[in-house]
C-alpha cells in the first residue's frame, strides 16, 4: 500500500469553480502535513501546512482528519492560474508525497 | 542569494562521463534532500542528510555518490548513468528536530538528460 495516495485527476474546472481534492495516507503516526504545488517542469512550492483544526489562505482552504487519514484542499473561486498539479505531503519518518493531482482552469 | 538554489539547470552527459550536480541552501537549515523525478512520476527520495550525517539511503545505485560537506551545501555525484536516469533532480532542505514546521523548500532543479 501507498504511504499516500491522491486522485491523479485531471480536473478540469471553470474559472469561478470550487475544486476539492482529498488524500489518504496509510501511516496513523504520521505527524506533518502539507499540500504543493507544481507547475509544469518547475520545483514544488509548499502551498500550506495543514493543521488538525483546518487552516484558510485566502481562496485556499485544507482540512486533516486524522481518524480517518485523509487531508482536503478546496480551492474556492479559481482561477487560470491556479492551473497547476497538487502534491499531497505528508511527513512521518521522512516526507512521502502523492502522486500529484493534475488541476486545469478553463477560461 | 536566499532560498534554495541548483547548479546547473540543464546537463546533458554521455553515459561514460563523470558530472556533478551541486545546491546550496540559504535558509540555516540542518537538513538536506536529493529527489528524482521522472515524467510522470512521483518524487522519488534518494538521500537524506541530516546535520551533516546520511541518515537516508532509498535502494539508490552506486552510480548516483551524495556527498554533503557541510549542512548549506550538498552534491550528487554521477558516473556511468544510464539512459533511463534522464529526470528532473530536485535538492531540497528543512528544519528538523524542532517543534516548528518541517515544511521542505525545493531548489529549481537539474534536468537531466543522459544519451
Known amino acids: 500500500r501507498k504511504e499516500v495516495e491522491q486522485d491523479p485527476g485531471p480536473f478540469n474546472v471553470p474559472e469561478g469553480a470550487t475544486v476539492a481534492f482529498n488524500c489518504t495516507y496509510s501511516?496513523?503516526?504520521?505527524?506533518?502535513f502539507f499540500w504543493y504545488r507544481q507547475d509544469c517542469r518547475k520545483e514544488p512550492k509548499l502551498l500550506m501546512s495543514v493543521y488538525s483544526s483546518g487552516n484558510e489562505d485566502g481562496r485556499f482552504t485544507a482540512q486533516l482528519n486524522r481518524a480517518s487519514q485523509y487531508i482536503s484542499l478546496l480551492i474556492r473561486d479559481s482561477k487560470l492560474s491556479d492551473s497547476a498539479t497538487y502534491l499531497c505531503v505528508v511527513r512521518g519518518n521522512q516526507f512521502y508525497f502523492g502522486t500529484g493531482t493534475s488541476l486545469t482552469v478553463i477560461p | 542569494e536566499t532560498g534554495v538554489t541548483q547548479t546547473p539547470r540543464h546537463l546533458v552527459m554521455g553515459m561514460t562521463n563523470k558530472k556533478s550536480l551541486k545546491c546550496e541552501q540559504h535558509?540555516?537549515?540542518?537538513?538536506m534532500y536529493w529527489y528524482k523525478q521522472s515524467a510522470k512520476k512521483p518524487l522519488e527520495l534518494m538521500f537524506v542528510y541530516n546535520f551533516k550525517e546520511q541518515t537516508e539511503n532509498n535502494s539508490v545505485p552506486s552510480r548516483f555518490s551524495p556527498e554533503c560537506p557541510n549542512s548549506s551545501h550538498l552534491f550528487l555525484h554521477l558516473h556511468t548513468l544510464q539512459p533511463e536516469d534522464s529526470a528532473l533532480y530536485l535538492c531540497?532542505?528543512?528544519?528538523?528536530?524542532?517543534?516548528?514546521?518541517?515544511?521542505?523548500?525545493f531548489g529549481p532543479g537539474t534536468r537531466l538528460t543522459v544519451t
Open positions: 501511516n496513523s503516526a504520521s505527524q506533518s
Open positions: 535558509l540555516g537549515h540542518n537538513a
Open positions: 531540497a532542505s528543512s528544519q528538523e528536530g524542532t517543534r516548528a514546521s518541517y515544511e521542505q523548500y
